[in-house]
């Protein structure tokens, strides 16, 4: 068998010097050896092509033929091309890259993997390079994988004949269920790097290589230590950055007789060490009697970064996903409609978005599938399972919240953000010196969820919860009702809080309800940005007469009920903090109250701070937004 080794080079003299002075001191030079130079680029300087093309005509310890090109054809050209003309002669090839240095016994290793396997069909290459990866040791020096290597690699005439730049590949693969787990197992990497080198992003061949190795369930032989140093990470390569991590140093106590298998089969060991660099762990995610059987609904980025996990704790049986089909992996992708088709234990909600969950939630429950089938992985999973204790799906399909021994039930992304600000992120954590008990005036309760928290400081005497409007004002007694007994704990009043008393028509929609206002053109700015993020929808608006009261009469009366006690003033009220601050300013109310937390919204916290500092208090900010703020004031001594 007549073996031609190549060496693609351009403009990296030190790189090419390197591979060549390797080359020349293997155990095995090469029969011949092809130097293909690409042509420089226009207005590139000739500085470095010039020292390349010097090095290679200096060649002179084996047989060589020097192709230089007369223009650039870009790295895959050159490899396609060089590859296709050498194999016009040959019957198989080696190729280097001039960034690909080999060690002395590369070449014995090459030669002799290449003659063993050159009638066994199944092999498709065969390279030096050892993948970043630890696998099973065995008493061979080589070990078989499902993926290629362009780095010091070889291969035969009758098996490059199968390689074809083909756009369509991936789809094919991922309309089939055994090449569709293939491709996950060897190459998860593929499809971006495919669409990258279509953009024009790579000058890749290789990702094509590796598709029609995995459409062709091609067997790859890799040499179990490092034969090939890549030294391109330095940022001088096509398709290489400086920070992929690919730099192995090579072996260099080698025999020069390689022991290789004579049958060759791929390892479950290979490809579970192959999950964590180009593979996925859903591709080894088989049956198994002691894991549950689920279904995953969404196949996007949360379920990739949480796969590995999820795989470990389940078996999946298919992927519920709206908006793609086919496989992934070996799991039918499958729409919602066929959910019915399939035996599972549990369904498992992979999307972040909290508000496309609720909506998933409902629409399953819709279906006929229990809640009690349902999980949410958000719950299970990233940065909210860290910080929450439990989120469950309820029977109505939407959401409870626990942490810290709260539970808040929620029915939106909106409400869900504002709980967990109150539960998690302590908006309204607070702390008098003394050792008065506190009264808590809860102005904009919205759900019911600060009341609870402030409910579970025992310094809390009572709070004096106020919400106007009749939806969510019943959906804070559902979550407040293990006080609804303990009116010395609680007051909830039904009306909002303003700088009068009057009756208002205001529109209302359930799904902003942490953005309501009882000031019209205040509700009005609200609904147009909850409308156009996409968290409020024309359908639901409807329009509800509310009361409002007089913030100095209403808490005038609080307080002289309270003569021995802090009063503590907590305002999310969409613009009426205004109106209310100036009032209780002008009544000499303002001085009465002992700690103060209040969000401002769109007319910024100037105004505010002005009646702060009127009224003796000292003060700090954290604005969220240009339109959007939280003020927390305090007085400088309290006395008991």
């Known amino acids: 068998m007549r073996i031609a080794t190549l060496l693609f080079t351009y403009h990296r003299s030190h790189h090419t010097e390197q591979v060549l002075t390797s080359l020349k001191n293997n155990t095995v030079l090469p029969d011949k050896l092809f130097i293909f130079q690409d042509g420089l680029k226009p207005d590139e300087d000739d500085y470095e092509w010039k020292k390349v093309n010097k090095l290679i005509q200096r060649i002179d310890w084996c047989e060589n033929e020097i192709i230089v090109s007369d223009y650039n054809k870009g790295l895959a050209a050159s490899i396609i091309s060089g590859v296709n003309y050498a ?98 197992v060897w190459g998860k990497d593929l499809e971006s790097m495919l669409f990258g080198t279509i953009i024009g992003q790579y000058d890749s061949w290789g990702v094509y290589w590796a598709l029609n190795v995995i ?11 490092p034969l090939i140093k890549q030294i391109g990470c330095d940022g001088t390569g096509t398709n290489i950055s400086k920070i992929d991590g690919h730099e192995i140093e090579i072996a260099s106590d080698l025999n020069k007789e390689f022991n290789l298998p004579d049958e060759v089969a791929i390892l479950e060991n290979t490809k579970k060490a192959f999950a964590d660099l180009h593979g996925s762990h859903t591709g080894l995610n088989h049956k198994d009697a002691s894991k549950e059987n689920v279904l995953i609904y969404g196949l996007g980025n949360f379920y990739f970064q949480n796969e590995r996990a999820v795989c470990e704790n389940y078996h999946i049986e298919t992927f519920i996903d709206q908006r793609k089909h086919g496989w992934f992996a070996g799991k039918k992708i499958i729409k919602l ?18 508000q496309e969950c609720i909506n998933i939630a409902k629409e399953l429950i819709f279906q006929g599938i229990s809640y009690e089938r349902l999980l949410l992985g958000n719950s299970l999973y990233g940065r909210y399972n860290q910080n929450i204790d439990r989120i469950a799906i309820l029977p109505d399909g939407n959401l409870s919240v626990t942490a810290d021994g709260i539970t808040v039930k929620v029915r939106s992304k909106d409400e869900f953000n ?39 400081n025992q310094r809390v005497e009572k709070v004096y919860a106020f919400e106007p409007f009749r939806e969510t ?13 303990k009116p010395s704990r609680i007051e909830m009043l039904q009306y909002g809080i ?6 208002r028509m205001v529109g209302f929609n359930s799904n902003m309800t942490c953005g309501q206002s009882t000031l019209v053109d205040v509700r009005e700015r609200a609904y147009e940005w909850y409308k156009k993020v996409g968290l409020a929808k024309s359908q639901d608006e409807k329009e509800e007469f509310i009361d409002v009261k007089d913030a100095a009469e209403t808490f ?14 907590k305002m999310d009220c969409e613009g009426e903090e205004y109106g209310i601050i100036e009032e209780l300013l002008e009544k000499d109310i303002l001085g009465m109250i002992s700690f103060i937390m209040l969000e401002w919204h769109y007319k910024g916290k100037r105004s505010l701070l002005d009646c702060l500092e009127k009224s003796g208090f000292s003060y700090w900010c954290n604005d ?17």
């Open 473 to 485: 004002f019943m959906v804070a007694r559902d979550n407040l009702r293990e006080y609804l007994d």
């Open 498 to 503: 303003s700088n009068e008393n009057s009756k």
């Open 556 to 569: 005038m009366s609080i307080i002289q009920k309270h003569p021995e006690c802090n009063i503590v003033l």
């Open 87 to 184: 194999l016009e002669e040959y019957d198989a090839v080696i190729v280097l890259e001039d960034d690909c240095v080999p060690s002395s016994g590369y070449m014995q290793f090459m030669t002799q993997g290449l003659a063993k396997y050159k009638r066994n069909s199944k092999v498709y290459s065969l390279s030096g390079y050892c993948w970043p990866i630890t696998i099973e040791q065995t008493e061979y020096d080589a070990y078989s994988c499902g993926r290629v290597s362009t780095w010091g690699w070889g291969t035969w005439k009758d098996r490059w004949e199968k390689f074809h730049r083909d756009n369509d590949i991936i789809k094919r693969l991922k309309a089939d269920r055994i090449k569709s787990e293939n491709l996950a």
């Open 337 to 354: 409609r066929d959910v019915q088709k399939y035996t599972y234990d549990k369904i498992i909600i992979m999307i972040w978005d909290i």
């Open 624 to 640: 969220k937004t240009k339109d959007m703020g939280l003020i927390y004031a305090y007085r400088e001594t309290i006395s008991d």
């Open 418 to 456: 504002n709980a967990y600000e109150v539960l998690v992120d302590h908006t309204y954590h607070y702390f008098i010196n003394n050792n008065k008990k506190d009264i808590v005036l809860d102005v904009g309760m919205n759900i019911g969820d600060a009341s609870l928290y402030f409910l579970a």
């Open 215 to 225: 459409e062709n369930e091609g067997i790859c032989i890799n040499s179990a230590k």
